[in-house]
């Protein structure tokens, strides 16, 4: 559903121009394609746990002295294995390689997830970006490393959304994701976003509105805290004032920093970006 510009908010909204100052914004192709996240919260011996892709079961059987990892790394491999179009990845959430991500493979297909527990043991799923909306507007965004850069420039063409603590050093911080009243879905934040694809404006330098976790910690000359671990409602490319263990990120204070303008109210503060 398209909506007008008359019916959006007359104050901000997430990736909105803060004022007519100083501006730099690029254009990358949308790489953050639909991604879950599978995490081993518990572990169990001689049980079998399960992923399902699209239908197609991946079980594996942990043995007589299991481990968080050990299971995971066990999905993982049964799905790397597999004929799904899928990419996995792994990462640690309370134990090294207890956790790992299930990346749609297609700009296309939607795929489907989904676990069954053991009687003992647990995993946990959760759909951390949504096939249609994969980057939201307002959302962190960074070089999406996979591809081959230009020739020509040195450069990458895509972006994506941060989901690994390396990705603040291995990949370069493009910007935010700014709005685009041509993409609104929705009469409520998040309001809409960009599908995997899609040409996405990105912020360099400028001030704009930013849904912030934590609006109450947003203070004049604040630093810039990213979320690359989400769960529940959490959004990956999220911002906070103060830091979420490791869970976020912070940026350096010459990258950006809160300008303490918000609105309280619908948790959004103007961050002032200078990204060389």
Known sequence: MQTSQSEL???????????SGLQDVISRVNAAQQLYSVVVTTEANAEIFRVTIDGTNYDFTSDSDATKAEIALGLKALIDAGDDAVTTESFTTSEANDSFYIENDSFETEVVVSITNPASGVLTLAELVDHEDSIQFGAVVVDDDRQTADSLTGKLAQCRLPRLATDFSSRHVLGVAMADISKVTRLSAPYGGFSAGESVPILRKGRIWMSVEDIANVAQGGLV??????SGSELLGAIRAADDGSDTEVLDAQQAVFTGQKITADSLAVVEWNLP
Do not use: E, K, L, Q
């Open 9 to 19: 908010p007359s104050v901000a909204i997430a990736g909105m121009f803060a004022d």
């Open 225 to 230: 805290y990213v979320r690359h671990v989400a």
